[in-house]
């Protein structure tokens, strides 16, 4: 399967000032040149690598399109075979000319992620390399796009392949031990042992916690924003967002679903949902988006409790114990509370709202003010003190399965240490370890994994 010659269209689909068509595979450059003329009558065969050629594909005497044509000559390209890649015109009806052309010229269509999974066969990239390149195309903000681009550079695999080869090493080791049982000899010095694997549970401990953080900025960070009808919650998602994409009205209950939108604050990426309003209502349908409410409460990382600083300046108490209720019901969720509609109050007032409700947030959605504070309480809810320091931070649930796994192997490798146990036992949990540590890089695949990670890419990657 993995010996032919695959083509795909590597841009978007749909039209467009030019797309981008990708061959590769052993006879790649040979089809092309049955199908390319050059300007200047060039033979494509002949051509070095790393090269660009203006010409025309030509099915049979019918000019398709004027193209460029880039030569990537194995093993010096992106999968390390011989790859071709064609900018034509992006009219769909040229894309489909010559897709179709080179596949009646032996071609057949890639799969998904097969470009990048050839890459991987032929050692260009390792897994968890190959699966940041779906990250990076997937990134949507700063933060994602560091961590992405960080690890297909390999900052991840460098750190996991160090820690394996040098269990590796001593892995072999006691396997020799066994070899040699009678002369109850020692190869493996075990101070030394102890010493490797104490730095790898340190490494490995880093790694996990590290996908707390890693997860939320892939996925962006939900934060939920709830409060009673009416208070300006549509009107602070609108100043957050910097555009009107909520619902605004003087209509208590207007917003009667839940409404999400998406913003990068400090690189970071936030989601945030604008719920129904939160109070007793004989109303269906609002009772209905109240319940979703709580529902986005339990799914969100962070709450804003939101309440009207004019309307309840002489209710201050009630408020406070609405508050009391949410932290109570969910004491581990961070919980911003705000007082909005502060240009109506004067400073008798706003010291009041102070002193009766701690770590209050003042702010006019409507006039802006308080917005900038906002942002960066959100930030500092956020640690990415990993991130800032260019630490490797770990985003993808399979790494972080395989790591969990590997690091209770260690812990048995550890404990067995401290208890004298003998070599080939220990080896046996060694072997497992060093098993999930080849999970991650590649050492160690199978075609289900490998189907179930490309099949999430696109098909011209």
Excluded: W
């Amino acid at each position: 399967m993995h010996n032919d010659t695959i083509v795909a269209l590597a841009t978007p689909s749909g039209s467009g000032a030019i797309a981008v068509i990708r061959l590769s595979g052993s006879e790649a450059i040979t089809i092309a040149s049955k199908c390319f003329k050059s300007v200047t009558n060039k033979d494509l065969k002949e051509q070095s690598t790393h090269t660009i050629h203006l010409g025309h594909i030509m099915d049979a005497k019918k000019t398709v399109d004027e193209v460029l044509l880039s030569v990537f000559k194995n093993p010096n390209s992106y999968t390390g075979e011989d790859v071709i890649e064609i900018s034509c015109h992006g009219s769909s009806y040229i894309q489909q000319e010559i897709i179709q052309l080179f596949l009646r010229q032996g071609c057949r269509m890639a799969t998904a992620g097969e470009f990048t999974l050839r890459a991987f066969l032929n050692g260009k990239l390792d897994l968890s390399q190959a699966e940041a390149v779906a990250d990076l195309i997937s990134s949507d903000n700063e933060a994602s796009h560091q961590i992405a681009m960080q690890q297909m550079r390999g900052g991840f695999s460098s750190e996991i392949a160090k820690l394996r080869e040098e269990l590796l090493n001593f892995a072999s080791l006691i396997e020799l031990e066994l070899d040699f049982a009678e002369e109850d000899v020692e190869f493996a010095d075990r101070t030394q042992f102890k010493q490797l694997i104490e730095r790898i549970n340190f490494v490995l401990k880093r790694l996990i916690d590290s996908f707390a953080v890693g997860n939320v900025i892939k996925n962006g960070i939900p934060v939920a924003i709830v409060g009673e009808p009416n208070v300006g919650k549509s009107t602070l998602l609108n100043a957050l967002l910097n555009e009107d994409r909520a619902i605004v009205s003087e209509i208590a209950g207007t917003t009667r679903d839940t409404i999400e939108d998406e913003i990068s604050i400090g690189g970071i990426g936030f989601r945030f949902i604008d719920t129904a309003g939160i109070r007793e209502t004989k109303d269906v349908v609002e009772s209905i988006g109240i319940k979703k409410t709580f529902e986005k409460i339990e799914q969100s990382q962070v709450t804003i409790y939101l309440f009207d600083a004019q309307k309840n300046s002489d209710n201050l108490e009630a408020v406070r114990i609405e508050v009391e209720k949410i932290r109570n019901k969910y004491p581990q969720k961070p919980l911003l509370v705000i007082a909005n509609k502060i240009d109506a109050l004067d400073d008798l007032q706003l010291a009041e709202i102070n002193r009766t409700i701690a770590d209050v947030l003042l702010l006019s959605a409507k006039t802006g003010f308080g917005v900038e504070q906002l942002t960066s309480s959100l930030l500092n809810l956020i640690n990415t003190g990993a991130l800032r320091n260019n630490e490797t931070i770990v985003t993808n649930s399979r790494h972080y399965d395989a790591l969990l796994k590997a690091f209770e192997e260690i812990q048995k490798v550890q404990h067995g240490l401290e208890t004298g146990l003998s070599g080939d036992l220990l080896a046996i949990d060694i072997r497992q370890a060093l098993y999930h540590f080849g999970e991650i890089t590649g050492e160690i695949t199978n075609d289900d994994l490998l189907g179930n990670i490309f099949a999430n890419f696109c098909i011209g990657k």
